[in-house]
């Protein structure tokens, strides 16, 4: 085996290997699928937006899913419908949109802290920070269920409502029962760096018939139909060439997600050779979409720290990404929020590293992706002085 590109020999994937490669459909198919709407006129919020939201609801097992222009608009929208009276308490370890969606309608975010091993909120560290809570915001981070019935009970103690940002999660199971069911509401992104995509989308899923119609006109600008708006909304729909690309998508997202599940095992399998560093726990009994897969880099026991790994995996033309790092509370825009002591989540974002996992990716290139590891790992010493 050749030695590491930061030693002076040469790259492992002189071509690189992405983070990333959108699912895309064959883009014949999108066009057959989009002609009828095209053809007659109707290029937003028409039959194949329906057809989406009745697939999608009957494969999550939901009463309503609306089809939206984004998960961020979804989630400003569930939560303009779930009206919160209080603060609302959500992990910092997640996107930053799941925190803005609260700020947005003018709610203050409390950050509670995460699990280590899982990454997902700790549900007892976010029932101490959620004395006055209004609502709860769970993510499931990386496409794994998060302690979502330990989070409904949370709430429910509570009698407030629980939002779940499920932006990485369509067709993720949690005990066998599909995400999408939990909580008021739960909220697909359709993003291209996602598992279902439809270029941009977000998919809303709900089974309280209040929170469907008050997402479904609050999308359209606050206005049932009578042009008498009701509330102030946005526009937040979604065209039909999103839709097209987003049904042929899931046409293809079992076997979609059979790949990445095996691409996922090869990686959690090799991976277990080498000290420090371990793949997010994923329980047993639960099914991710591995949207991300995210390991977490103990320098002590790896010899090399997160961000000298990742200089390193860069000059072997390997792509990759500190998701979530920093964490929402200690990025800019949350600058004027009250610090918040959150020592474990600040720990997992220093440690963490999202690999290259696609569709397309071949088995052999994971491989060789972990054989570099290893080399970090045994040559550890002479890549920190390199890097
Ligand atoms: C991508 C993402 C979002 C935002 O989704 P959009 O569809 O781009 O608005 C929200 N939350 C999480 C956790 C995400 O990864």
Redesign the pocket.
């Known amino acids: 085996m050749s030695g590491l590109a930061v030693l002076g020999n040469a790259p492992a994937f002189p071509e690189g290997v992405p983070l990333v490669r959108p699912p895309t459909p064959p883009l014949a198919r999108v066009v057959e699928r989009l002609a009828p709407s095209y053809e007659a006129g109707r290029l937003t919020d028409g039959p194949l937006v329906r057809e989406l939201e009745a697939r999608a609801a009957e494969r999550l097992g939901v009463r309503h899913v609306l089809a939206v222009s984004?998960?961020?608009?979804g989630?400003m929208l569930a939560l303009r419908a779930l009206d919160p009276d209080g603060p609302v308490v959500l992990p910092s370890f997640?996107?930053s949109?799941?925190a803005h969606a609260i700020v947005w309608n003018g709610l203050r975010p409390v950050f509670a802290e995460c699990d280590p091993e899982s990454f997902q909120l700790d549900v007892a560290d976010a029932e101490q920070r959620g004395g006055e809570a209004g609502a709860f915001l769970a993510?499931h981070v990386f496409g794994a269920p998060c302690a979502v019935q330990a989070t409904e009970r949370l709430a429910g103690d509570r009698g407030v409502p629980l939002v779940l940002?499920a932006?990485?999660a369509f067709g993720a199971t949690r005990d066998g029962d599909p995400v999408g069911g939990f909580g008021a509401a739960e909220v697909f992104?359709?993003?291209p760096?996602?598992v279902l995509i439809a270029g941009?989308?977000?998919l809303v899923a709900t089974n309280r018939d209040d929170v469907a119609e008050t997402v479904r006109i609050g999308r359209d600008y606050g206005n049932p139909g009578d042009y008498d708006t009701r509330f102030v909304g946005m526009n937040a729909r979604m065209s039909e060439l999103h839709a097209a690309l987003a049904l042929e998508s899931l046409d293809e997202l079992d076997d979609h997600l059979e790949i990445r599940a095996r691409l996922a095992r090869r990686y959690c399998d090799l991976l277990t050779e080498i000290p420090g560093l371990r793949p997010q726990l994923v329980p047993e009994s639960d099914r991710s979409t591995w949207k991300d897969f995210t390991i977490s880099v103990d320098e002590d026991e790896y010899g090399v720290s997160r961000d000298e790994l990742v200089r390193a995996l860069a000059a072997e033309g390997v792509d990759t990404r500190r998701y979530f790092d920093p964490p929402v509370h200690r990025q800019r825009a949350y600058a004027d929020h009250a610090p918040v002591p959150l020592p474990v989540t600040e720990r997992v974002s220093a440690r963490v590293v999202s690999l290259p996992l696609y569709r397309s990716l071949p088995v052999p290139a994971v491989e060789r992706i972990v054989e570099l590891l290893a080399l970090v790992h045994k040559h550890a010493p002479e890549v920190s002085a390199a890097v």
């Open positions: 984004a998960c961020t608009s989630l997640t996107f949109a799941s993510t940002d932006a990485h992104s359709l993003s760096s996602k941009e989308g977000g």
